[in-house]
T-cell receptor, first 109, second 113 residues
Framework: SQQGEEDPQALSIQEGENATMNCSYK?????LQWYRQNSGRGLVHLIL?????REKHSGRLRVTLDTSKKSSSLLITASRAADTASYFC?????????FGQGTTLQVKP | DTAVSQTPKYLVTQMGNDKSIKCEQN?????MYWYKQDSKKFLKIMFS???????INETVPNRFSPKSPDKAHLNLHINSLELGDSAVYFC????????????FGPGTRLTVL
């Protein structure tokens, strides 16, 4: 399969805790992107990390990329109820984005 | 200001009908996409257009015909709708070909009865 694998498929945490989502892929990439999808809405771009980068930060988000292991992780620190959503990794290669199946995150107040 | 808009938001129709979904972006992007998201939230690219030219066609049945009248619009026409076409269809746009950040529309939920 060309799709990335995301782990876990579902995650439930308390507000204030950190949430970590992982993404693995099989082929080479130009970059890897993370998107958030709130229920019933479109996807929103969170962060893009290039294949020559190892770590990137944006606010409470931290993304790492290990090209030798073909994996990436998204860490959300100090989670809030508003972070409840599905999170997708998407790898960019051959002129298109290929999405993983997503991680559904529930943050309980 | 809506960056990427789609109409309609919901579409309920009978098998065998023909329907269209419209998409417009006001971001000045030159590349637009159609994605299909199934009931398990799996998101798969269907088509992409760059400057009104078809770039990607992901082995989508030819009942699906995209049309890009200009860089800001990418419409999707579906002939002879089937039950399996029921899904949420997302339009997206980006600057340049895939590899840059994509901006997604709110989606069109298509239900085929």
């Amino acid at each position: 399969s060309q799709q990335g694998e995301e782990d876990p498929q579902a995650l439930s945490i308390q507000e204030g805790e950190n949430a970590t989502m992982n993404c693995s892929y099989k082929t080479s990439i130009n970059n890897l992107q993370w998107y958030r999808q709130n229920s019933g809405r479109g996807l929103v771009h969170l962060i893009l990390i290039r294949s020559n980068e190892r770590e990137k930060h944006s606010g409470r988000l931290r993304v790492t990329l290990d090209t030798s292991k073909k994996s990436s992780s998204l860490l959300i620190t100090a989670s809030r109820a508003a972070d409840t959503a599905s999170y997708f990794c998407a790898r960019s290669n051959t002129g298109k984005l290929i999405f993983g199946q997503g991680t559904t995150l529930q943050v309980k107040p | 200001d809506t960056a990427v808009s789609q109409t309609p938001k919901y579409l309920v129709t009978q098998m065998g009908n023909d329907k269209s979904i419209k998409c417009e972006q006001n971001l000045g992007h030159d590349t637009m996409y159609w994605y299909k998201q199934d009931s398990k939230k799996f998101l798969k690219i269907m088509f992409s257009y760059n400057n009104k030219e078809l770039i990607i066609n992901e082995t989508v049945p030819n009942r699906f015909s995209p049309k890009s009248p200009d860089k800001a619009h990418l419409n999707l026409h579906i002939n002879s709708l089937e039950l399996g076409d029921s899904a949420v269809y997302f339009c997206a746009s980006s600057l340049g070909l895939a590899g840059n950040e994509q901006f997604f529309g709110p989606g069109t939920r298509l239900t085929v009865l």
